[in-house]
């Protein structure tokens, strides 16, 4: 074996440096990104911005990013270096590598991708309380005379939200309603069960 680095990289044939070239540092940035992905690391780039971004439309399926080039690039120098130190050929290594990163790429883009799918906003959505159950938390005069509260569950929570009837009689505290409709996107139209 050889005593130093440099003894060993010089006995090494050109296909050989290039993929070992490519798994030192790809392998040091590949570990990096890990370790900073399981402990939360984020890089801040200093400095304050003064603009809004509106609107979420998604990750959606990303296939070219810096963290697919940098798997991609990990394990096609590691596949290479092992079909090379297995006795295949250079174009052999050269297809063998290609794939492996490639499917690496594939993987990463499909985790991410499908993590992302994973989040949810919080954001209630009234429209979601229709046809709904719930109680009168605040009297609401019959004929629309005014805007009372009722509590409901939507989306899993128990929330206090605006109610007027159509009803002729008056919904007295305590009574259990059924959503009919959302009016302006912000007051149920509710009927006594």
Known sequence: ??????????ALDEIHKIYWGLAIPFSLIFLIQMVL??????MDAGGDT????EGDVGA?????????????FTIFSWAGIASLDSGYGTATTVIIST????????VMAALFYFFSKLTDSGTMNINNAKGGVGEVYMRIEGGRGNIGKVLIKVQGSLRELQAITDDPDDLPMGAVINVKDVINDNILLVSKN
């Open 99 to 106: 794939i492996s990163g490639s499917i690496m790429m594939t």
């Open 50 to 53: 003064d603009f809004d971004v």
């Open 37 to 42: 992905t399981f402990i939360g690391g984020e």
């Open 1 to 10: 074996m050889f005593s130093n680095p440099s003894e060993w990289w010089n």
């Open 60 to 72: 959606g399926f990303q296939f070219f990013t810096l963290k697919n080039f940098i798997g991609f």
